[in-house]
């Protein structure tokens, strides 16, 4: 079945470091790729997207491209803030059109340090 | 646009004991699912609606866990009876049309301790 692969947290960084968290799926043919994100206390909710091999998503500074070639959709950010502590989710939507719900990896930890 | 309403926000149970957890979508969406999330994990499907229907159950363990959506909008999803493994946070979420790669928009979730 599909699943999603994140690196493990917690991920501690000083304001203004480059981010990097991977991300590798498994699932059959061309699925949708999702980053979603949880500050403190919040629920979940969508960063960026890419829905075919090739495209980049971005929002907020932080941008994931989609390689098919090497099943990966890595999230990066070229200069942190604290505002972005939070936990960071990469998920998939699988082709079967009548599912479209979301395979989650298990999350990674970002505190941004002053 | 009122987001995912989810209540209770917690819920302290003994095991062997039941819970009923309450979601209202957001108004218009087509698509309800409701995932479990334990700590340190990313949150798993249990069961998608699409308006009263279920499109999938496949990872709802059906000999404790049921839910219903039964005039399509709201959604309850009920534990009979509560394991210690069922410490939780139960999340659900909505979305336009289960068959598109649109958003999902995620409530803020019930936190389920089960002693």
């Known amino acids: 079945g599909d699943s999603v692969t994140q690196m493990e947290g917690p991920v501690t960084l000083s304001e203004e470091a480059f981010l990097t968290i991977n991300c590798t799926y498994t699932a059959t043919g061309y699925p949708s790729l999702f980053w979603y994100v949880q500050y403190p206390g919040e629920g979940l909710q969508l960063l960026l997207k890419a829905t075919k091999a090739d495209d980049k998503g971005s929002n907020k500074g932080f941008e994931a491209t989609y390689r098919k070639e090497t099943t990966s959709f890595h999230l990066e950010k070229g200069s942190v803030q604290v505002s972005d502590s939070a936990v960071y989710f990469c998920?998939?939507?699988?082709?079967?059109?009548?599912?479209?719900?979301?395979?989650f990896g298990s999350g990674t930890r970002l505190q941004v340090q002053p | 646009e009122a987001g995912v309403a989810q209540s209770p926000r917690y819920k302290i149970i003994e095991k062997r004991q039941s819970v009923a957890f309450w979601c209202n979508p957001i108004?218009?969406?087509?698509?309800l699912y409701w995932y479990q999330q334990i700590l340190g994990q990313g949150p798993k499907l249990l069961i998608q609606f699409q308006n009263n229907g279920v499109v999938d159950d496949s990872q709802l363990p059906k000999d404790r866990f049921s839910a219903e959506r039964l005039k399509g909008v709201d959604s309850t999803l009920k534990i009979q009876p509560a394991k210690l493994e069922d410490s939780a946070v139960y999340l659900c979420?909505?979305?336009?049309?289960?068959?598109?790669?649109?958003?999902?928009?995620f409530g803020e979730g019930s936190r389920l301790t089960v002693l």
């Open positions: 979420a909505s979305s336009l049309s289960g068959r598109s790669t649109g958003e999902l928009f």
């Open positions: 998920a998939l939507s699988g082709m079967d059109t009548g599912r479209r719900a979301l395979t």
């Open positions: 108004s218009g969406h087509a698509t």
